[in-house]
Each structure stands twice: as structure tokens, then as C-alpha cells.
């Protein structure tokens, strides 16, 4: 057996027992030399002979999925989102497509947290003032009293929704297979996409990227948002026309915006830089020690059973 793994975080100190596992198990595994996700011909030049791949965010295109060898049987995720993955050309070639959901949810949902946080005290702006010995004043906002809209209420929108619940916020929720009993409970109100974009002070956006949510927030949908709202999206990038909501921090009609995800990765050229409560982290909302270890398990584990002809309860394509 011959495996390749790429996920730039999989050779950290937290995945050694995953990786000590699975390279117990296979002949030869080949690392990431890159240190970054890999582009299509780049995934191809890592293929040949490969049975099984562990992926992080790489672009897995249908014309790689083409041209990829007979030996491919599976593409294991380390994480949740697959829309980098081609499924139907996948599901065409005859390769299984694993993700490893759950395992990171309290590390995107506190890192949502954190920049709900700093959009409401414009955190960054004032640390970088203080540096170069400014003294300024600054008003925020609170987050208790406020509204927290949640679109998508996964596995990462409910974690949101309990912290949120605890600031005395009031959280709203958007999800088509609504969890009835879960909002019940943690008196979650449950609207329309459109009701909870319009009567959100905080919008956190928690839906994968395929072609319904591409941009699923424009420039209509921006506008009628309640005036300051600040969004914050650390799902994907495409989720958010950048450019509409540039438009709308520039005019003052959004309040900020908290990103970690972004339509092009990394963030070389966008219209959103350099514009004040504009936050930005590198898609780095899985990348705490404890998901990083869940997410390096559960990809091993995945892989090896779709290779060992067992069971593998997280196959997205069976």
C-alpha cells in the first residue's frame, strides 16, 4: 500500500500516534514537501502508485480525478468541508470520498467567537495602534442584548449558539434540516434565511460552499441587513461576494466583518485589505491541537478501513 498525505498540519507532535499508525500499516507514505495545499498538476505529480490519500485543502478537480492511477480507492478528508473535491468525478472513478466531521467544531466555533469578539472592540486596529505608541479611544459594542444569527446549525453552529447563549445574546438560526429538539432546549428561535439576515446584529455563517451558497451573501442580501451588522464567515471563501461586501463596510452600512476563509487562498489581492474593521485570519479555525489530533485519527482510521474492505461509516459517496 502506498498512501499520500498532505494536509500541512498532519506532521505536527499531536498526529504522531496517526502517523506512527499509519505508517504501520503502508508500505510507503508520502508527505507534503510543499508546507502549503497543492494545486491540481501538483496533485498529480504525487499520485502514481498511490491506493489511498489523505487530503487536506487541495484542489482535487475533476481533471485530476481523471487522469488519476487505477490504484486510487479513497480520498480521506481531514476535515469536514469537501467542496475542493470533485465528488461526482470521484464517485465516477469508482474512489470513496471520507471526511472526519465533528472533530474540529469546537475550535471553527471558538475561533467565530473570537472574532465576533474582536469586530466588536475592533481588537486588532487598537493592538496595532498601541505598538506604535498611539493611546486612541474607542467605542465597541457589547455582545449581550445583541442578536447572533447562525446560518447553518451543524455541529459548529450549535457550539456557537451555547457560547453565544451564555454572553445574553439572543440566537436565531437558519438551517433546512433544523434540529428541533436542540433549539428547544437551548431556546434557539428558528427563521427563515432571509428573517435572519435581516434581524441580525452578528451573522456567522457555518454552510458548506457548493452552488446554493456561493454567494449566498451579496449585494441584495447586504442590504437588507440591519445597519452596522457585522458578518462573520469561517466556513468558505465564495460563501460572501467580497467585492458587495467591501462596498458595504466602505458606505458604513456593515459594521465589519471577522474572515477566515476567502474566495482566493491565500489572501494576495482583495478588495476587503486595508479597510478598518476588516479582520482577517488564514483559514486557521481547525488548527488547534485538539482538532488537529481528532481530525489526524479519524483520517487515518478512514483510510485504512476503505483500503482493508471494512466498514467505514464517514464514506460521502457509497
Not at 504522531?16 to 502549503?36: H, P, Q, S
Request: aromatic share 6%.
Amino acid at each position: 500500500m502506498k498512501i499520500l498525505v498532505t494536509p500541512t498540519s498532519f506532521l505536527k507532535p499531536e498526529n504522531a500516534a496517526a502517523k506512527a499508525k499509519l505508517e504501520a500499516f503502508a508500505d510507503e507514505v508520502v508527505y507534503n514537501d510543499l508546507g502549503r495545499p497543492l494545486q491540481a498538476e501538483e496533485i498529480l505529480e504525487r499520485l502514481d502508485g498511490v491506493d489511498g490519500y489523505v487530503a487536506g485543502l487541495d484542489y482535487i478537480t475533476a481533471d485530476v480525478l481523471e487522469k488519476a492511477p487505477a490504484s486510487l480507492k479513497v480520498i480521506s478528508r481531514y476535515g469536514a468541508g469537501v467542496d475542493r473535491v470533485d465528488m461526482p468525478a470521484a464517485t465516477a472513478k469508482g474512489i470513496k470520498v471520507t471526511n472526519t466531521p465533528g472533530t474540529n467544531s469546537v475550535a471553527v466555533c471558538e475561533l467565530a467567537f473570537t472574532l465576533m469578539l474582536c469586530a466588536a472592540r475592533n481588537v486588532p486596529k487598537l493592538h496595532a495602534a498601541v505598538e506604535k505608541g498611539e493611546w486612541p479611544r474607542s467605542q465597541g459594542v457589547e455582545l449581550r442584548g445583541k442578536t447572533l444569527g447562525i446560518v447553518g446549525m451543524g455541529a459548529i453552529g450549535k457550539n456557537l449558539a451555547t457560547r453565544a447563549k451564555a454572553f445574553g445574546m439572543t440566537v436565531n438560526a437558519y438551517d433546512p434540516y433544523f434540529d428541533e429538539a436542540f433549539a428547544k432546549e437551548y431556546g434557539i428561535g428558528k427563521l427563515s434565511l432571509d428573517e435572519v439576515l435581516t434581524t441580525s446584529d452578528f451573522i456567522s455563517l457555518h454552510v458548506p460552499l457548493n452552488d446554493s451558497t456561493r454567494h449566498m451573501i451579496d449585494a441584495s442580501k447586504i442590504a437588507e441587513m440591519k445597519d452596522g451588522a457585522i458578518i462573520i464567515n469561517t466556513a468558505r471563501g465564495g460563501i460572501i461576494d467580497e467585492q458587495a461586501a467591501a462596498d458595504a463596510v466602505k458606505n458604513g452600512k456593515l459594521g465589519g466583518l471577522g474572515l477566515d476563509a476567502f474566495e482566493q487562498e491565500p489572501l494576495i489581492d482583495s478588495p476587503l485589505k486595508g479597510l478598518d474593521n476588516v479582520i482577517f485570519t488564514p483559514h486557521t479555525g481547525a488548527h488547534t491541537a485538539e482538532a488537529v489530533s481528532g481530525m489526524g485519527s479519524m483520517a487515518v482510521d478512514n483510510v485504512i478501513a476503505v483500503l482493508s474492505g471494512e466498514d467505514c461509516p464517514y464514506v460521502l459517496n457509497k
